[in-house]
């Protein structure tokens, strides 16, 4: 049976685009589908070896231009990439992912010259990583006051506090710290991003214990003990941190959609398998219609997330996206995805606990695209605001 992400992504996307994407799923399939399971069961993070494969294919350089190094790509062929990758691991997509949305778009965006010479050829071949570094234990939602903050003494920046939840923290080397700078100033203005280099001294990292989901993926929490920067340091401008985090964010909300659809996709398929050849009472389940009702919203949820998403990630490319349209798509992929996911679950029975079913795992995962890059409940807020202009929002 053809699968159903394919048949809708031929429709929407160029054939050039779907070469790339098709190279994707046949890595992911030879190499990824047949070791998933043993990498699970023995909680293991994504195997080196994988990653240079992945880097040596240029997945970590999708989106970097070719001068440095880069494959040159738009962010709809990081969509097709997460895509292509998330229908069997979102760590495994993520990992490239974050790489590229939240490690190496920031530098692109906002970098000196200086900063991308020294820094994206290698994070384009994968040799190496950058870690987004916003959240904190104290700070989550409400990121855009640090309580990790960076001080100037003489000429130096001195940087203290604790970042967490970092993704690809065990491959980085430097990491983004968004630092409280100026608190005195007006909201927006009140921050600065700094590149720090993870082997710094007073640095200090460690995985996060425990995570039982994107079990494939990398997720640290990293310390500084009055770190020393320059301002070379400084990525994008001083006081305008909250600018370089809130631009990143809008394309990797788009990245979160994605892998949601992929969760969703592996779902309806392997729900539309699993009912045509289960049988009870002495037919197919797939012939219930409460099974229909869950296989059928499964599919109009993928194939309206999945129009909806080109468009914006076209608009990204176009330069045309607002952030309240990135948020809603990741919201509402997010939401809509991980519920059905518990009725594919609730349809298939049984079976669907066994971990090599794949269902648990798509389930926990796509929990982490409710809350990641801005939890659904907060950023509704955020998008609710241009509908209520009159009045401020809680
Ligand atoms: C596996 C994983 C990987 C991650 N990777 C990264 C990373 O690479 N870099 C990084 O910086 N962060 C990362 N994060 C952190 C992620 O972005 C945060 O979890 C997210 O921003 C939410 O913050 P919180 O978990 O502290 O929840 P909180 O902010 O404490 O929120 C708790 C609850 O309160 C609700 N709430 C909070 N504020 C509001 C509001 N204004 N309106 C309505 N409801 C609200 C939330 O919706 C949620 O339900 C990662 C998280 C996970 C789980």
């Known amino acids: 049976m053809e699968r159903r992400i394919d048949h809708y992504l031929e429709r929407l996307v160029s054939s050039d685009s779907m070469t790339f994407y098709k190279a994707v799923c046949e890595f992911a399939k030879e190499r ?3 070791n998933y399971l043993h990498w699970e069961r023995n909680h293991e993070l994504i195997p080196e070896d994988v990653i240079d494969e992945m880097g040596q294919m240029g997945l970590f350089g999708v989106t970097v231009s070719e001068s440095y190094g880069g494959q040159g790509g738009n962010q709809l062929d990081l969509i097709l990439m997460g895509l ?22 920031p530098l692109q965006l906002f970098g000196t010259d200086a900063q991308k010479k020294a820094h994206l050829p290698d994070l384009a071949a994968g040799k190496r990583m950058f870690v987004f570094g916003l959240s904190e234990p104290g700070r989550g939602s409400d990121a855009t006051n640090p309580e990790v903050t960076a001080k100037k003494e003489g000429d130096k920046w001195v940087i203290k506090g604790e970042k967490c939840w970092s993704t690809n923290a065990k491959w980085s080397s430097h ?87 992929a969760s969703l996709a592996f779902g309806l398929d392997k729900c539309r398998t699993y009912s045509q050849e289960r049988e009870q009472f002495g037919v197919p389940i797939g012939s219930f219609q409460r099974v229909q009702d869950v296989i059928i919203d499964m599919d109009i949820t993928l194939e309206q997330g999945l129009t909806w998403l080109i468009d914006l990630t076209n608009r990204y490319d176009d330069n045309t996206l607002d ?72």
């Open 84 to 105: 292509a990758l998330g229908y069997h691991s979102q760590s495994l997509a993520i990992t490239p992912g974050a790489a590229m949305s939240l490690g190496a778009k």
């Open 175 to 261: 990491v983004v710290v968004h630092a409280m700078t100026s608190p005195e100033s007006k909201p927006g203005y009140r921050t600065t991003c700094f590149i720090v280099p993870m082997n710094d001294p007073n640095v200090s990292y460690q995985e996060m214990a425990g995570k039982d989901l994107w079990s494939q993926s990398s997720t640290g929490s990293i310390s500084f003990d009055e770190v020393t920067v320059t301002d070379d340091a400084i990525l994008g401008k001083e006081n305008e941190g909250f600018k370089v985090m809130a631009k990143t964010l809008n394309g990797g909300r788009l990245f979160i959609a994605g892998m949601s659809l």
């Open 323 to 394: 952030r309240e349209s990135a948020a809603k798509v990741k919201i509402e992929c997010s939401r809509k995805a991980s519920d059905h996911m518990t009725m594919a679950m609730e349809i298939c029975g049984g079976v669907s606990s066994l971990d090599e079913f794949g269902l648990t795992r798509h389930h926990r995962d796509l929990f982490v695209c409710r809350v990641g890059e801005g939890s659904n409940f907060a950023l509704k807020g955020f998008a609710a605001r241009p509908l209520m202009p009159d009045i401020t929002l809680q």
């Open 32 to 34: 990824i589908e047949p």
